[in-house]
């Protein structure tokens, strides 16, 4: 049965640092693009950042650049986001995904993990 399973999320102030796991079970993650999604009330669920399934390009919305770090542990199978320098516009809900290219891809989701950035 395939899983990815978020923690690690919560509440913390602003200029404060969290880091997201994602947990994969079911399929082993190494051949799969890695990709962090977030979704604030009210807006549309925008990507984050992503990794490739070489570990040779990465890939950073503008708004986290030099804050945030994607990264994967094959051993572990979980991929996991570094956040620094919080701010309360990162609060959202964040969503993991992998998906492994072909035709067509095979993707699939987490369930979803608050983080809110507040004093």
């Known amino acids: 049965q395939v899983q990815l399973v978020e923690s690690g999320g919560g509440l913390v102030q602003p200029g404060g640092s969290l880091r997201l796991s994602c947990k994969m079970s079911?399929?082993?993650?190494?051949?799969?693009?890695l990709a962090w999604f977030r979704q604030a009330p009210g807006k549309e669920r925008e990507g984050v950042s992503c990794?490739?399934?070489?570990?040779?390009?990465?890939y950073y919305a503008d708004s986290v650049k030099g804050r945030f770090t994607i990264s994967r542990d094959i051993a572990k199978n979980t991929a996991y986001l570094q956040m620094h320098s919080l701010k309360p516009e990162d609060t959202a809900v964040y969503y993991c995904?992998?998906?492994?290219?072909?035709?067509?891809?095979?993707?699939?989701w987490g369930q979803g993990k608050q983080v809110t950035v507040s004093s």
């Open positions: 995904r992998a998906t492994r290219p072909g035709n067509p891809p095979l993707t699939y």
């Open positions: 990794l490739d399934s070489s570990e040779t390009a990465t």
């Open positions: 079911g399929f082993t993650l190494e051949h799969y693009v």
